[in-house]
Nanobody
Framework: QVQLVESGGGLVQPGGSLRLSCAAS????????MFWYRQAPGKERELVAG???????DYADSMKGRFIISRDNAKNTVYLQMNSLKPDDTAVYYC?????????WGQGTQVTVSS
């Protein structure tokens, strides 16, 4: 069955870095566009970054220059490198896979930015 398993979340101080991973299985990973979303308490889920099957990346404006999305098709894994973290980055981060009308979600990983 399809699985997306996020890892790498945790507590980090402002200005710090974290790298999230999302391990995929059960579908042909290399053909799917991959995305990271996040949802803060009391807020709607928002798009953080996306990467096409060919490796082209794009970011929400507030993440540009701080976050880097990448993928390793040999490992069926997508990453999100997060730098210069701010308290406003505190959220549950979700991995999403998309191919035409097929879409899958992970269970999320908590990121807390606090001193």
């Amino acid at each position: 069955q399809v699985q997306l398993v996020e890892s790498g979340g945790g507590l980090v101080q402002p200005g710090g870095s974290l790298r999230l991973s999302c391990a995929a299985s059960g579908f042909i990973f290399s053909t799917y566009a991959m995305f990271w979303y996040r949802q803060a308490p009391g807020k709607e889920r928002e798009l953080v970054a996306g990467i096409t099957s060919g490796g082209s990346a794009d970011y929400a404006d507030s993440m540009k220059g701080r976050f880097i999305i990448s993928r390793d098709n040999a490992k069926n894994t997508v990453y999100l490198q997060m730098n210069s973290l701010k308290p406003d980055d505190t959220a549950v981060y979700y991995c999403n896979a998309r191919y035409f009308h097929y879409t899958y979600w992970g269970q999320g990983t908590q990121v807390t930015v606090s001193s």
